[in-house]
């Protein structure tokens, strides 16, 4: 090769370099995954095609809101709602927000020490962070309700506001003040609260069917313990009644919407067993499959300096 090959060919691995690393700096992946339709068989049973939707929420950009209310428990103010959870999905650029909001109702308001109560057994949750934060909510005083949180995590940083303003599910995500700090993207769970369902070997059945839509179900305490991820620190026992309902879209196979039915026995004693019937109804919307974005909260957060800047931008260049 001569001398100008040579260069040229040099001159042309620099530039796929920068042009790869500004990419990666960017957080910009060339990824756009396929439909969990075009990767089932014909014949797929309900559950592979459960499952397959459950996957597809790892790699595609998308964001879910869900929504849980009490039907029935002890305090005797039932229905009410309990709590909102705004997820916000940008795995193109590998970006997870979250916005969650504990209500001051019914359980939440329970008093440990004239009521000898603790309602945290009954946690909607399962992951760390979330459950530290209904905790949170339980234990404040009541007239710091609702309580909110904010969570935005990417490459090199995560921001936690554990004290929020109000969110609302159409507006950008918001803070005021909290904490941001670096963390590599290998120490840290992208979804940071689990998921909605998770693998197992349960059967599901068709419960209904449109044009646009189906909607399979799983029902029944055994079927139900071994898809849905529970948290349960001072014991629980699921009862009859609980079910899981997952409407899918026909043509592409992603999840529309999964509306989960939890009826348990809870032992909420601080200091000797008592257990109390709950009733509650989680419902997951899942939208904007390939258009949601997941940018920085609005807003301030203290903690980030040069040096954690600079890990991030490391870190982005050494993720792949």
């Known amino acids: ?22 990419l990666r700096v960017a957080d910009l992946r060339p990824y756009d995954p396929d439909a969990p339709a075009d990767r089932l068989a014909a014949d797929a049973t309900p559950r592979e095609r459960v499952l397959a939707a459950i996957r597809h929420l790892f790699a595609a950009d998308h964001r879910a809101v869900t929504r849980v209310r009490v039907l029935d428990d002890w305090t005797g103010d039932a229905p009410y709602r309990l709590t909102r959870h705004r997820e916000l999905h940008e795995h193109s650029r590998r970006r997870h927000t979250h916005a969650l909001t504990t209500f001051g109702n019914g359980m939440v308001l329970a008093d440990r020490e004239p009521d000898g109560v603790d309602p945290r057994t009954a946690c909607p949750y399962a992951t760390i962070d979330a459950v530290l934060h209904f905790s949170d909510a339980v234990l404040a005083d009541p007239e710091t309700l609702p309580e909110r949180f904010v969570f935005h995590v990417d490459d090199g940083t995560l921001a936690v506001d554990r004290d929020a303003p109000a969110q609302a599910v159409g ?30 070997r349960a059967t599901w059945r068709e419960h209904d069917r449109t044009g646009r839509t189906v909607t399979y179900e799983l029902s029944g305490p055994d079927a139900y313990a071994r898809a849905v991820p529970l948290y349960s620190p ?33 032992d909420v004693g601080v200091e000797e067993r008592d257990v109390r019937s709950v009733e509650l109804r989680l ?38």
């Open 171 to 200: 507006e950008p995500v918001t803070v005021d003040g909290g904490y941001a700090g670096r963390t590599p993207v290998r120490d840290y769970p992208r979804v940071m609260f689990g998921e909605p369902i998770r693998p197992h």
């Open 283 to 320: 419902e997951t919307a899942f939208d904007r499959y390939g258009e949601a974005t997941a940018p920085r909260p609005r807003g301030s957060f203290g903690g980030v300096d040069a040096r954690d800047r600079l890990a991030g931008l490391l870190n982005d260049l050494s993720t792949y």
């Open 1 to 22: 090769m001569n001398r100008r090959g040579f260069l040229a060919g040099l001159g042309a691995a620099a530039a796929g370099a920068v042009g790869y690393g500004g």
């Open 234 to 266: 001072g014991g629980i026992d699921l009862r009859e009644g609980s079910r899981l309902r997952a409407t899918l879209d026909r043509e592409t196979g992603r999840l529309r919407r999964v509306v989960d039915r939890r009826v348990l026995d809870a």
